[in-house]
């Protein structure tokens, strides 16, 4: 039921910003934690940031602390991630998810997911 369409990914240098996005449909968008993984060839999806249900507490896994910023907008259901200086190991494709019952970093709590859009950092 819940929708989750992820756009703003692309090929980008190392040191470059990209901001993603993530349009929610199909359920009550402040009801949901927010959350944005990764998942990089050959290896496990990962947790990168999520976001509380009205955008006043956020996570982020240590990589991208200092980096990274996810935002809400609850007006127009949408939840971004922004991603400045990015990196090589950046490169991965980006999935949005969607958590309905609580707010933390576990993967199998987001009931919800996106297609995911690539993100490719090249030097």
């Known amino acids: 039921q819940v929708q989750l369409v992820e756009s703003g990914g692309g090929l980008v240098q190392a040191g470059d910003s990209l901001r993603l996005s993530c349009a929610f449909s199909?359920?009550?968008?402040?009801?949901?934690?927010m959350g944005w993984f990764r998942q990089a060839p050959g290896k496990p999806r990962e947790f990168v940031a999520t976001?509380?249900?009205?955008?006043?507490?956020?996570k982020y896994t240590d990589s991208v602390l200092g980096r990274f910023t996810i935002s809400r907008d609850n007006s127009k259901n949408t939840v971004y991630l922004q991603m400045n200086n990015l990196k090589l190991e950046d490169t991965a494709v980006y999935f949005c998810?969607?958590?309905?019952?609580?707010?933390?970093?576990?993967?199998?709590?987001?009931?919800?997911w996106g297609q995911g859009t690539q993100v490719t950092v090249s030097s």
């Open positions: 199909g359920g009550t968008f402040n009801d949901y934690a």
């Open positions: 976001i509380s249900w009205h955008g006043g507490t956020t």
């Open positions: 998810a969607a958590d309905g019952t609580s707010f933390d970093m576990v993967l199998e709590d987001f009931a919800s």
